[in-house]
């Protein structure tokens, strides 16, 4: 695995959930997009240092916004929207948002699918390269058609990788919110039960934060290993075209 920043990269996801968390305060409903804008930027930023100054400091890092240009906005939110409404579509189709009342109880559990959490998943891998791809000087000149292309091609190349990368990575925080869900079922009125629920939510999401970096550095090592073959292959298909 090529060095990197930990620390610089930790910086930046901190710093722009903070202001997206600001934003999400302070605006309506009407400017409820600026909070994914906001993780849009952050994220290329992150890609960004890790193909250019992997090493670097967390100035070094945020200079990188300095490189972000309207087709750089445009891919994100085509690619946010095609991803909304895949997840809208599986969300209809398979009773996800659902909620089961158990009125003697006094509990509702929500209902999240199997299907909603595949189709999730599965979004999250295919366009996992999207701001590398953005980021990346060498594909800067193409046309914003043949840059969709080449992210989407990277996702489904490096699709079995990435999969395994995700689940090496965030075994722990995995396995943390399989038990919060169980509990959360089962869970009743017992304080001890509701403590533990707790615990084991504050863990999951603190685990997912402090384990991002790595998995994006991982995700780095993947695409500069491999996207100049990916690139050459997309190319000798539109010249037997």
């Given at each position: ?134 980021a ?25 990788q ?6 090496k ?7 943390l ?32 934060v402090v ?23 997309i ?7």
């Open positions: 695995m090529r060095k990197y920043s930990y620390g610089s990269i930790i910086l930046i996801l901190l710093l722009m959930g903070v202001i997206a968390g600001i934003f999400d305060r302070i605006s309506d409903e009407n400017v409820s997009i600026i909070g994914p804008i906001i993780f849009w930027i952050g994220n290329y930023i992150v890609c960004r240092g890790l193909l250019y100054t992997r090493e670097g400091t967390f100035s070094d890092y945020l200079r990188g916004i300095k490189t972000i240009t309207g087709k750089v906005f445009l891919a994100n939110i085509l690619i946010g929207l095609i991803s909304v409404v895949i997840i809208l579509l599986s969300t209809l189709t398979s009773g996800t948002g659902l909620v089961l009342s158990d009125m003697d109880n006094g509990k509702i559990i929500p209902i999240i699918s199997i299907l909603y959490i595949l189709v999730t998943t599965l979004i999250s891998l295919i366009f996992a390269y999207l701001n590398f791809v953005m990346d000087e060498r594909y800067r000149d193409l046309s914003f058609s043949q840059n969709i292309k080449l992210i989407f091609k990277s996702g489904i190349r490096l699709f079995s990435t999969l395994i990368t995700l689940l990575v965030y075994m722990i925080p995995i396995i919110s399989i038990m919060l869900i169980l509990l959360a079922i089962a869970v009743k009125t017992m304080p001890l039960v509701i403590i533990i629920v707790s615990i084991l939510a504050v863990a999951a999401i603190i685990g997912f384990i991002t970096p790595i998995y994006m550095a991982r995700l780095s090592d993947l695409y500069l290993d491999n996207i100049e073959e990916i690139y050459g292959d190319r000798k298909d539109q010249e037997i075209l």
